[in-house]
Protein backbone atom coordinates (compact mmCIF):
# COMPACT_ATOMS: atom_id res chain seq x y z
CA UNK A 1 0.00 0.00 0.00
CA UNK A 2 1.41 3.57 -1.36
CA UNK A 3 -0.55 7.14 -0.20
CA UNK A 4 -2.06 7.95 -2.67
CA UNK A 5 -1.73 11.77 -4.04
CA UNK A 6 -4.69 13.38 -2.98
CA UNK A 7 -6.20 14.53 -0.63
CA UNK A 8 -3.58 15.72 1.55
CA UNK A 9 -6.26 16.58 4.71
CA UNK A 10 -8.72 14.45 5.72
CA UNK A 11 -10.79 18.40 6.19
CA UNK A 12 -10.62 18.02 1.97
CA UNK A 13 -12.81 15.22 1.40
CA UNK A 14 -16.09 15.00 -0.74
CA UNK A 15 -17.13 11.83 -0.76
CA UNK A 16 -16.60 10.12 2.25
CA UNK A 17 -16.78 11.30 6.27
CA UNK A 18 -13.91 9.52 8.56
CA UNK A 19 -13.60 10.11 12.32
CA UNK A 20 -11.82 8.38 15.60
CA UNK A 21 -13.87 7.87 18.32
CA UNK A 22 -12.48 6.07 21.37
CA UNK A 23 -9.83 3.77 19.20
CA UNK A 24 -12.51 2.92 16.69
CA UNK A 25 -12.05 4.83 13.11
CA UNK A 26 -15.70 5.43 10.97
CA UNK A 27 -15.55 5.26 7.36
CA UNK A 28 -19.19 6.50 6.07
CA UNK A 29 -19.24 6.11 2.26
CA UNK A 30 -20.77 9.94 2.05
CA UNK A 31 -23.11 9.92 -1.55
CA UNK A 32 -26.36 8.70 -0.03
CA UNK A 33 -28.00 10.43 -3.40
CA UNK A 34 -26.06 8.04 -5.23
CA UNK A 35 -26.47 5.16 -3.13
CA UNK A 36 -22.94 5.28 -1.66
CA UNK A 37 -21.71 4.52 -5.40
CA UNK A 38 -18.39 5.46 -5.57
CA UNK A 39 -16.10 7.22 -8.59
CA UNK A 40 -12.46 7.90 -8.49
CA UNK A 41 -12.34 10.36 -5.46
CA UNK A 42 -14.17 7.89 -3.18
CA UNK A 43 -11.42 5.11 -4.03
CA UNK A 44 -8.47 7.97 -3.51
CA UNK A 45 -10.41 9.24 -0.57
CA UNK A 46 -11.17 5.88 1.15
CA UNK A 47 -7.19 4.92 0.61
CA UNK A 48 -5.73 8.25 2.12
CA UNK A 49 -8.22 7.58 4.83
CA UNK A 50 -7.14 4.16 5.51
CA UNK A 51 -3.32 5.43 5.43
CA UNK A 52 -3.92 7.49 8.50
CA UNK A 53 -5.30 4.53 10.26
CA UNK A 54 -1.64 2.80 9.85
CA UNK A 55 -0.04 6.01 11.29
CA UNK A 56 -1.99 5.10 14.06
CA UNK A 57 -1.49 2.16 16.48
CA UNK A 58 -4.08 2.72 19.20
CA UNK A 59 -6.51 2.61 16.69
CA UNK A 60 -8.27 -0.79 17.58
CA UNK A 61 -10.37 -1.76 14.44
CA UNK A 62 -12.12 0.42 11.67
CA UNK A 63 -15.89 0.43 10.39
CA UNK A 64 -16.76 0.54 6.69
CA UNK A 65 -20.48 1.44 6.40
CA UNK A 66 -22.48 3.93 4.03
CA UNK A 67 -24.62 6.96 5.04
CA UNK A 68 -28.33 6.34 5.41
CA UNK A 69 -30.11 3.10 5.40
CA UNK A 70 -30.90 2.78 1.76
CA UNK A 71 -27.62 1.81 0.77
CA UNK A 72 -24.01 0.34 2.18
CA UNK A 73 -23.03 0.88 -1.51
CA UNK A 74 -24.41 0.49 -5.13
CA UNK A 75 -21.40 -0.45 -6.37
CA UNK A 76 -19.16 1.70 -9.03
CA UNK A 77 -20.73 5.39 -10.03
CA UNK A 78 -21.79 4.82 -14.21
CA UNK A 79 -21.04 8.16 -14.32
CA UNK A 80 -17.70 8.00 -13.90
CA UNK A 81 -17.19 4.42 -15.32
CA UNK A 82 -18.74 5.31 -18.53
CA UNK A 83 -15.68 7.10 -19.35
CA UNK A 84 -13.32 4.26 -18.90
CA UNK A 85 -12.02 2.69 -22.08
CA UNK A 86 -8.67 0.45 -22.88
CA UNK A 87 -6.73 3.46 -22.99
CA UNK A 88 -7.79 5.34 -18.81
CA UNK A 89 -9.31 2.10 -17.53
CA UNK A 90 -6.47 1.07 -15.85
CA UNK A 91 -6.54 4.04 -13.72
CA UNK A 92 -10.13 3.62 -12.48
CA UNK A 93 -8.85 -0.84 -12.20
CA UNK A 94 -5.58 0.28 -9.85
CA UNK A 95 -7.57 2.36 -7.68
CA UNK A 96 -9.71 -0.76 -7.10
CA UNK A 97 -7.27 -2.62 -6.57
CA UNK A 98 -4.88 -0.19 -4.49
CA UNK A 99 -8.88 0.10 -2.41
CA UNK A 100 -8.92 -3.67 -1.62
CA UNK A 101 -5.35 -4.14 -0.86
CA UNK A 102 -5.05 -1.12 1.89
CA UNK A 103 -7.89 -2.77 3.81
CA UNK A 104 -6.97 -5.86 3.17
CA UNK A 105 -3.21 -4.84 4.47
CA UNK A 106 -4.35 -2.93 7.54
CA UNK A 107 -3.03 -3.97 10.62
CA UNK A 108 -6.34 -4.26 12.89
CA UNK A 109 -9.86 -6.01 11.43
CA UNK A 110 -12.00 -3.89 8.73
CA UNK A 111 -15.66 -4.31 9.97
CA UNK A 112 -18.22 -3.58 7.05
CA UNK A 113 -21.22 -2.62 8.41
CA UNK A 114 -24.23 -2.79 5.63
CA UNK A 115 -27.25 -1.57 5.37
CA UNK A 116 -29.44 -1.45 2.38
CA UNK A 117 -28.46 -2.51 -1.10
CA UNK A 118 -24.44 -3.98 -1.12
CA UNK A 119 -23.99 -4.18 -4.73
CA UNK A 120 -21.40 -4.91 -7.48
CA UNK A 121 -18.63 -3.18 -6.73
CA UNK A 122 -20.20 -2.22 -3.37
CA UNK A 123 -20.28 -5.98 -2.71
CA UNK A 124 -16.59 -5.97 -3.65
CA UNK A 125 -15.84 -3.84 -1.14
CA UNK A 126 -17.28 -5.77 1.30
CA UNK A 127 -16.11 -9.11 0.69
CA UNK A 128 -12.62 -7.02 1.14
CA UNK A 129 -13.21 -6.57 4.62
CA UNK A 130 -12.72 -8.90 7.62
CA UNK A 131 -16.03 -9.20 8.92
CA UNK A 132 -19.45 -8.11 7.62
CA UNK A 133 -22.38 -7.17 9.90
CA UNK A 134 -25.85 -6.27 8.37
CA UNK A 135 -29.01 -4.85 8.77
CA UNK A 136 -32.24 -7.31 8.49
CA UNK A 137 -33.21 -4.64 5.11
CA UNK A 138 -29.56 -5.58 3.34
CA UNK A 139 -29.18 -7.35 0.16
CA UNK A 140 -26.38 -8.60 -1.60
CA UNK A 141 -25.77 -8.86 -4.99
CA UNK A 142 -23.09 -8.88 -7.91
CA UNK A 143 -24.83 -6.69 -10.83
CA UNK A 144 -21.68 -6.93 -13.54
CA UNK A 145 -24.01 -9.82 -16.19
CA UNK A 146 -26.64 -7.19 -16.04
CA UNK A 147 -25.16 -3.89 -16.66
CA UNK A 148 -21.88 -5.21 -18.75
CA UNK A 149 -19.07 -4.99 -15.93
CA UNK A 150 -17.26 -7.70 -14.57
CA UNK A 151 -16.83 -8.63 -10.86
CA UNK A 152 -13.00 -9.18 -11.08
CA UNK A 153 -11.61 -7.08 -8.22
CA UNK A 154 -12.22 -9.53 -5.54
CA UNK A 155 -15.71 -11.19 -6.30
CA UNK A 156 -14.23 -14.11 -8.89
CA UNK A 157 -11.43 -14.15 -6.35
CA UNK A 158 -13.00 -14.65 -2.76
CA UNK A 159 -17.08 -15.64 -3.60
CA UNK A 160 -15.78 -19.28 -3.89
CA UNK A 161 -14.13 -19.80 -1.19
CA UNK A 162 -16.20 -17.77 1.23
CA UNK A 163 -19.81 -19.65 -0.55
CA UNK A 164 -18.63 -22.36 -2.20
CA UNK A 165 -17.81 -22.91 -6.63
CA UNK A 166 -21.48 -23.55 -7.74
CA UNK A 167 -22.86 -20.53 -5.53
CA UNK A 168 -20.56 -18.20 -6.50
CA UNK A 169 -20.70 -19.11 -10.37
CA UNK A 170 -24.78 -18.81 -9.87
CA UNK A 171 -24.07 -15.09 -7.80
CA UNK A 172 -22.22 -13.80 -11.03
CA UNK A 173 -23.75 -15.41 -13.81
CA UNK A 174 -27.57 -14.82 -12.95
CA UNK A 175 -26.88 -11.83 -10.91
CA UNK A 176 -28.47 -13.46 -7.98
CA UNK A 177 -29.13 -11.57 -4.85
CA UNK A 178 -29.58 -12.70 -0.99
CA UNK A 179 -31.56 -11.30 1.25
CA UNK A 180 -29.12 -10.35 4.98
CA UNK A 181 -30.88 -13.74 6.12
CA UNK A 182 -30.11 -15.83 2.98
CA UNK A 183 -26.21 -14.41 3.23
CA UNK A 184 -25.92 -15.42 6.89
CA UNK A 185 -27.09 -19.02 5.83
CA UNK A 186 -24.44 -19.63 3.18
CA UNK A 187 -21.72 -17.74 5.20
CA UNK A 188 -21.46 -14.45 2.53
CA UNK A 189 -21.76 -12.37 5.92
CA UNK A 190 -21.32 -12.67 9.64
CA UNK A 191 -23.99 -11.50 11.82
CA UNK A 192 -27.74 -9.84 10.87
CA UNK A 193 -29.43 -7.50 13.82
CA UNK A 194 -32.28 -5.48 13.40
CA UNK A 195 -31.69 -1.77 11.47
CA UNK A 196 -31.90 -0.03 14.95
CA UNK A 197 -29.65 -2.39 16.22
CA UNK A 198 -27.01 -2.36 13.65
CA UNK A 199 -24.78 0.51 15.40
CA UNK A 200 -24.86 -0.85 18.87
CA UNK A 201 -23.82 -4.07 17.46
CA UNK A 202 -21.20 -3.01 15.31
CA UNK A 203 -19.57 -1.20 18.72
CA UNK A 204 -20.25 -5.02 21.15
CA UNK A 205 -17.70 -6.03 18.26
CA UNK A 206 -15.59 -2.96 18.72
CA UNK A 207 -15.32 -3.32 22.32
CA UNK A 208 -14.45 -7.10 22.20
CA UNK A 209 -11.28 -6.40 19.73
CA UNK A 210 -10.40 -3.74 21.72
CA UNK A 211 -10.16 -6.18 24.92
CA UNK A 212 -7.97 -8.31 22.39
CA UNK A 213 -3.95 -8.32 22.23
CA UNK A 214 -3.25 -6.15 19.14
CA UNK A 215 0.15 -7.89 18.18
CA UNK A 216 -1.76 -11.22 17.99
CA UNK A 217 -4.70 -9.26 16.11
CA UNK A 218 -1.78 -7.93 13.52
CA UNK A 219 -0.29 -11.49 13.37
CA UNK A 220 -3.48 -13.56 12.85
CA UNK A 221 -4.74 -11.27 10.30
CA UNK A 222 -1.41 -11.61 8.34
CA UNK A 223 -1.41 -15.41 8.37
CA UNK A 224 -5.21 -15.49 7.70
CA UNK A 225 -4.57 -13.39 4.79
CA UNK A 226 -1.61 -15.36 3.39
CA UNK A 227 -3.76 -18.10 1.27
CA UNK A 228 -5.86 -15.43 -0.75
CA UNK A 229 -2.68 -13.27 -0.52
CA UNK A 230 -1.67 -15.66 -3.36
CA UNK A 231 -4.66 -14.76 -5.70
CA UNK A 232 -2.74 -11.58 -6.52
CA UNK A 233 -2.10 -12.48 -9.72
CA UNK A 234 -5.44 -13.23 -10.64
CA UNK A 235 -6.41 -10.02 -9.64
CA UNK A 236 -3.97 -8.62 -12.21
CA UNK A 237 -5.32 -10.65 -14.36
CA UNK A 238 -8.84 -9.87 -13.81
CA UNK A 239 -7.88 -6.04 -14.06
CA UNK A 240 -6.68 -6.79 -17.32
CA UNK A 241 -9.67 -8.51 -18.56
CA UNK A 242 -11.80 -5.68 -17.06
CA UNK A 243 -10.04 -3.27 -18.92
CA UNK A 244 -10.71 -4.85 -22.28
CA UNK A 245 -14.18 -4.66 -21.59
CA UNK A 246 -14.86 -0.86 -20.28
CA UNK A 247 -15.69 1.23 -22.97
CA UNK A 248 -17.47 -1.01 -25.42
CA UNK A 249 -20.65 -0.63 -26.91
CA UNK A 250 -21.71 -3.24 -24.73
CA UNK A 251 -20.74 -2.57 -21.65
CA UNK A 252 -21.91 1.37 -22.45
CA UNK A 253 -25.11 -0.35 -23.71
CA UNK A 254 -25.74 -1.99 -20.10
CA UNK A 255 -24.38 1.04 -18.20
CA UNK A 256 -26.93 3.15 -20.13
CA UNK A 257 -30.36 0.99 -20.28
CA UNK A 258 -29.39 1.24 -15.96
CA UNK A 259 -29.68 4.76 -16.31
CA UNK A 260 -32.39 4.96 -18.18
CA UNK A 261 -34.15 2.19 -16.59
CA UNK A 262 -34.49 -0.17 -19.26
CA UNK A 263 -33.65 -3.68 -20.21
CA UNK A 264 -30.53 -3.68 -22.36
CA UNK A 265 -30.20 -5.19 -25.34
CA UNK A 266 -27.37 -7.49 -25.16
CA UNK A 267 -28.87 -9.52 -28.06
CA UNK A 268 -28.03 -7.51 -30.70
CA UNK A 269 -24.06 -8.12 -29.69
CA UNK A 270 -25.03 -11.62 -29.72
CA UNK A 271 -26.16 -11.58 -33.04
CA UNK A 272 -23.45 -9.60 -34.67
CA UNK A 273 -20.92 -11.63 -32.98
CA UNK A 274 -22.82 -14.26 -34.65
CA UNK A 275 -22.70 -12.59 -38.23
CA UNK A 276 -18.89 -12.52 -37.59
CA UNK A 277 -18.19 -16.06 -37.21
CA UNK A 278 -20.83 -16.72 -39.92
CA UNK A 279 -18.85 -14.64 -42.19
CA UNK A 280 -15.06 -16.26 -41.43
CA UNK A 281 -16.67 -19.47 -41.73
CA UNK A 282 -18.11 -19.05 -45.46
CA UNK A 283 -14.02 -17.21 -45.82
CA UNK A 284 -12.97 -19.95 -45.16
CA UNK A 285 -15.27 -22.38 -47.52
CA UNK A 286 -14.01 -19.85 -50.50
CA UNK A 287 -10.49 -20.10 -49.70
CA UNK A 288 -9.67 -16.49 -48.39
CA UNK A 289 -7.44 -17.94 -45.85
CA UNK A 290 -4.73 -18.24 -48.89
CA UNK A 291 -2.96 -15.61 -50.47
CA UNK A 292 -4.62 -13.85 -53.20
CA UNK A 293 -1.94 -16.01 -55.61
CA UNK A 294 -2.75 -19.04 -54.59
CA UNK A 295 -6.62 -18.73 -54.77
CA UNK A 296 -5.83 -17.26 -58.43
CA UNK A 297 -3.83 -20.78 -59.30
CA UNK A 298 -6.33 -22.93 -57.86
CA UNK A 299 -8.91 -21.28 -60.01
Not at 190 to 208: F, Y
Not at 211 to 226: E, F, M, P, V, W
Request: hydrophobic content about 40%.
Amino acid sequence: MTTPPAPLSTSTYQDIAFEVVDQIAWLTLDRPRYLNAFREHTLDEIQHALWTVREDPSIAAVVITGRGDRAFSAGGDFHAMMRLNKQNGHLWNERMLGTAMAIRGLHVPVIAMVSGYCMGGGHELALWCDVVIASENAVFGQTGAKVGACPTVGATQYLPRIIGERLAREMIFFARTFTAEEALQIGLINKVVPQDQLREATLEWCERIKGHSAQTIRATKTSLNHESDELYASWRQGMELLNNIWGTEESLEGMQAFLERRKPDFQRFRQANRDEVANYLEGLERGDNQHPDARAGAN
